[in-house]
């Protein structure tokens, strides 16, 4: 085995222990965007690290890789924004612990417009 | 769309130009002289049509000290990365769960839209933190485990590091 091998094995593990994590994370966070959260984060350097150990395993390909990397690291947060953005539309609300009104600030944006909807 | 100056439009071009064949490269990775000349003509191309779309940088981005800044940046945001992956990995194996979420909102300094999707998506990344939504200059964010609803202090708590590095580059 060579030196290329044993840290391509050492980051395709580190991947796989994040993603295990993360899918951990989405089934025991209470709701949706706190899933979304470990989702994101998990999958994003999980992914990054198992197919970049995948490089080091077959070197040729690093420069593909490189490309998935950037457009992982790119288009992951962009669909869990989206995913977010339009649970919230949906008034899907946050679970808070505590004044809802002081601690979720993105409401007044919401009811906001519903007021104007309304009105006209 | 802002009209461009042909010299802007220029700049875009050459740029795009560049980023596309860089791309090309790393795609078919070989350098022989055939697919060199065809990937050339076939960037060329599509960075003429393209340059009204192509609205994230100038020719200006090639300057020493904005690749310095983006090395930094992309250092500062793999760290990030790490240290959030360790937080999820942290909150999830405790059994009680210690999290406290909540939305926060603050207001970013950033010119430009092509800067605030870059600053947003590493907020997504960033340990704790989820973007939600970007109303022309104001952030909401999802976070965690809430520390303070005050928008300044959230915003150096959250964003502070990367849009200092930002501004340097936009």
């Known amino acids: ?120 | 769309m802002q009209t461009l100056s042909f010299s802007q439009k220029l700049s875009r071009f050459i740029i795009s130009w560049i980023l596309l064949m860089m791309l090309w490269i790393a795609f078919t990775s070989s350098f022989v002289t055939q697919e060199l000349l065809v990937g050339v003509f076939a960037t060329m191309i599509i960075s003429f049509f393209t340059v009204n779309l192509f609205t994230c940088c100038t020719l200006a981005i090639l300057s020493p000290v904005k690749i310095f800044y983006m090395v930094k940046y992309i250092i500062v945001l793999l760290i990030a990365l790490i240290k959030s992956n360790f937080d999820v990995a942290r909150r999830v194996l405790t059994p009680s769960l210690p999290i406290n979420p909540g939305i926060v909102k603050f207001k970013s300094k950033l010119p430009t839209e092509f800067s605030r999707m870059v600053l947003a998506n590493s907020i997504t990344l960033t340990p704790g933190t989820l973007s939600i939504d970007i109303i022309e200059d104001t952030f909401y964010i999802h976070w965690i485990d809430v520390k303070t609803t005050d928008p300044e202090e959230a915003f150096k708590e959250i964003a502070g590091q990367f849009e200092e590095i930002l501004l340097k580059i936009f």
């Open chain 1, 1 to 120: 085995m060579s030196i290329m091998e044993i840290i391509g094995g050492i980051l395709i593990i580190t991947g796989s222990i994040f993603l295990f994590l993360g899918s951990l994370g989405i089934l025991r966070m209470p709701d949706i965007y706190n899933r979304i959260q470990a989702g994101t984060k998990a999958t994003t350097l999980g992914a990054m690290s198992l197919i970049l150990g995948v490089g080091f395993l077959e070197p040729s390909w690093l420069l593909k890789i490189l490309i998935i990397i950037i457009f992982i690291a790119y288009s992951n947060p962009l669909s869990s924004h989206a995913l977010a953005r339009a649970m919230y539309k949906r008034k899907w609300y946050p679970l808070i612990k505590g004044d809802p009104e002081k601690m979720d600030a993105y409401r007044e944006v919401n009811t906001n417009k519903e007021k104007e909807e309304v009105k006209s």
